[in-house]
């Protein structure tokens, strides 16, 4: 190399054009395809089932099994214009719905104040006391089936609402206690001392001051412990005998049972019988998903 070679200056590489928004936003959809693939075909296998059943309850058994997954030609409405007027679909959701209620009512006032005293009294034994009620968790319901049912015939609860609400209200302790106890401890202790100098009682600034301001987590547990009755089988399928006292659960497949034949009604029974759950979830589902990533972080 020469002297002139090696005093010439190296020139730099040529500067890269800048991104554009518009490749950038194409950059970040490639990016995130596969998440978007995977979402479609999870919403996917959630929906066409769903469609599958509320177009099958418009047409009949024929319709169903020459042209399964088309449109309803013609339309045929009776199916559910015969379970709307029919007391075996009324008196079934009748009984999920007070059954639902009172279990919320009662899982919802019995944890919030055992998850009061676990967040914001400090007392021996308390860590322990806590975990016990977790270890709740992992208590299958299927295992205490059979010395539930005992516990209930020498009660006398068979045959009564009591049967299914205290049970229910007893398992769904564990995750109810977790979740308002992490809200409850978020809440700064200036509060409570706030409330204390006003000469507000531990029971005043839990009634007043502490509930409303856990608004989220109570909303939060209570579309919890209702989906979890309403979809309950097997505890009524034990307790109930009496064909008046069934749930919604218990109607469908007595009713599955009752018209085996006839698909194209029991679609039309099946959907209506979602139709309350889905409405219901789909109006709290805002706040169970506030309130339980912030239960899971907090406390």
């Given at each position: 190399?020469?002297?002139?070679?090696?005093?010439?200056?190296?020139?730099?590489?040529?500067?890269?054009?800048?991104?554009?928004?518009?490749?950038?936003?194409?950059?970040?959809?490639?990016?995130?395809?596969?998440?978007?693939?995977?979402?479609?075909?999870?919403?996917?296998?959630?929906?066409?089932?769903?469609?599958?059943?509320?177009?099958?309850?418009?047409?009949?058994?024929?319709?169903?099994?020459?042209?399964?997954?088309?449109?309803?030609?013609?339309?045929?409405?009776?199916?559910?214009?015969?379970?709307?007027?029919?007391?075996?679909?009324?008196?079934?959701?009748?009984?999920?719905?007070?059954?639902?209620?009172?279990?919320?009512?009662?899982?919802?006032?019995?944890?919030?104040?055992?998850?009061?005293?676990?967040?914001?009294?400090?007392?021996?034994?308390?860590?322990?006391?806590?975990?016990?009620f977790s270890i709740g968790l992992m208590f299958p319901f299927a295992v205490a089936i059979l010395p539930l049912y005992v516990v209930l015939r020498e009660m006398d609860l068979l045959d009564?609402?009591?049967?299914?609400?205290?049970?229910?209200?007893?398992?769904?302790?564990?995750?109810?206690?977790?979740?308002?106890?992490?809200?409850?401890?978020?809440?700064?202790?200036?509060?409570?001392?706030?409330a204390i100098l006003d000469g507000c009682t531990p029971w005043g600034f839990f009634w007043r001051i502490l509930l409303p301001m856990a608004r989220p987590a109570l909303a939060t547990v209570?579309?919890?412990?209702?989906?979890?009755?309403?979809?309950?089988?097997?505890?009524?399928?034990?307790?109930?005998?009496?064909?008046?006292?069934?749930?919604?659960?218990?109607?469908?497949?007595?009713?599955?049972?009752?018209?085996?034949?006839?698909?194209?009604?029991?679609?039309?029974?099946?959907?209506?019988?979602?139709?309350?759950?889905?409405?219901?979830?789909?109006?709290?589902?805002?706040?169970?998903?506030?309130?339980?990533?912030?239960?899971?972080?907090?406390?």
């Amino acid at each position: 190399m020469t002297t002139k070679e090696a005093a010439r200056p190296v020139s730099a590489p040529a500067p890269r054009p800048p991104v554009t928004a518009k490749q950038a936003k194409r950059r970040a959809s490639l990016r995130h395809l596969p998440l978007h693939v995977i979402c479609i075909l999870v919403g996917a296998t959630i929906v066409v089932p769903l469609l599958f059943g509320i177009l099958g309850g418009f047409k009949d058994n024929g319709q169903l099994v020459t042209r399964p997954f088309g449109l309803p030609d013609p339309w045929v409405f009776e199916n559910y214009a015969d379970m709307l007027v029919s007391s075996g679909f009324w008196r079934p959701l009748g009984n999920s719905i007070f059954i639902a209620v009172a279990t919320t009512l009662l899982v919802v006032l019995a944890s919030a104040l055992a998850a009061f005293v676990f967040a914001r009294f400090a007392f021996r034994g308390r860590e322990l006391l806590f975990t016990l009620f977790s270890i709740g968790l992992m208590f299958p319901f299927a295992v205490a089936i059979l010395p539930l049912y005992v516990v209930l015939r020498e009660m006398d609860l068979l045959d009564n609402p009591l049967g299914v609400i205290l049970p229910q209200a007893a398992f769904g302790l564990p995750m109810t206690i977790i979740i308002l106890r992490g809200f409850f401890r978020d809440i700064p202790g200036s509060v409570e001392e706030a409330a204390i100098l006003d000469g507000c009682t531990p029971w005043g600034f839990f009634w007043r001051i502490l509930l409303p301001m856990a608004r989220p987590a109570l909303a939060t547990v209570s579309v919890l412990a209702v989906v979890s009755s309403w979809n309950n089988f097997m505890l009524p399928l034990v307790v109930f005998n009496d064909p008046s006292m069934w749930t919604l659960p218990l109607g469908v497949q007595q009713f599955q049972g009752q018209y085996a034949a006839d698909t194209a009604r029991i679609l039309a029974y099946v959907t209506l019988a979602i139709v309350p759950s889905i409405a219901f979830y789909a109006l709290a589902e805002r706040h169970l998903t506030s309130g339980l990533t912030s239960g899971a972080t907090k406390g």
